[in-house]
Structures are given as C-alpha cells and as structure tokens.
C-alpha cells in the first residue's frame, strides 16, 4: 500500500494503535454531526477492518491520516467508491478528522494529496465529493481544493431518513481541472 506524504502529514496504513482514538472520534457527536449516530467500540473496530479489506482488493481506499511532527493520529483521508444507492457512480474523496485538527488546514492539505494520487498514480477522470448540504466546511474544502458544485447532481441520501443529513451537495473536479 502506497504510503501519502505532505509537508505536515503521513496518509498511511491503519495500525492497532489508531483504533482507541478512531473510537474517540466516532464516539464524538460534534465530528459526527453531519454522518450520523455516534458508533459503538465495536462498529468502529469494524470500519478498520472493511478499510484494510477494500484498500487491500482496490489498491485505494482510506489512509489513516497522523501529524509527521509528533506521530499522532489525527483522521483519516482517502477515495472510495460511491456507495450503492447513489444516484451515480464514481469515485469519491473524502475526510475525517477529530476536533483538535480542525481548523488548521490538514483536511485540505490532505486532500489535495490524495486528489494528485488519484489523478496521477489511479489515472482516475474524475473524483466526487458528496456531503450533506448543512456540511459547510466540508464544502468549503471541496472549494479550496478547486472542485466545483454539481447542483444536478444534489440529491436526497436514500438510506437517510426526512430530516438534515437527508439533502446532500455533489461537487466535481476533473483531472487537469484546476
């Protein structure tokens, strides 16, 4: 598995020690805000291992994302394919970081990382971005990294009941694009 490096970050392979603050994180409902209900121990554990299985038979998926200066664990950063019941397909970036590397521009730096990856070692088209349309700061993300919004593209997340998470933005960026 290729290894991600930016000025401040490693985009690297899960290790044992990042389950406890992966829980933390998924435990947290304010980084949580705009996925869902908090997770147990256990389904946290559980999305590890379906990262390492599907990085492991697509060659891409969710790196484990820590600070080069002090080798903490601060989230996670990668590409994964549009999930079903999507109304499109694709591949799709995204992020995750707990609260104390918000606002320092680590999402960003990682994910232009993994845009350039996805680009230039996948060959990849095109890369997706969808987050719900309350997700402000995602979006604005999404903007810096130079993706564009698809409002064609906006949709209701089928397997998420009436209420906030239910609306989510599409936005695009193609390889050459910005």
Partial sequence: MTELRTGRLILRRWRDSDLEPWAAMNADPEVREHLGDVLTREQSDASVARFQAEFDRRGYGWWAVELQATGEFVGFAGLDQVDDGTPFTGVEIGWRLT????????????????????FDRLGLPEILAVTTAANLRSQAVMRRIGMTRDPAGDFDDPAVPEGPLH????????????
């Fill in 167 to 178: 609306p989510n933005v599409l936005f695009r960026i193609t390889r050459g694009a910005g």
């Fill in 99 to 118: 609260r104390s590397a918000w606002g320092q521009g680590y999402a960003t730096e990682a994910a232009r990382t993994v845009l350039a990856h996805g």
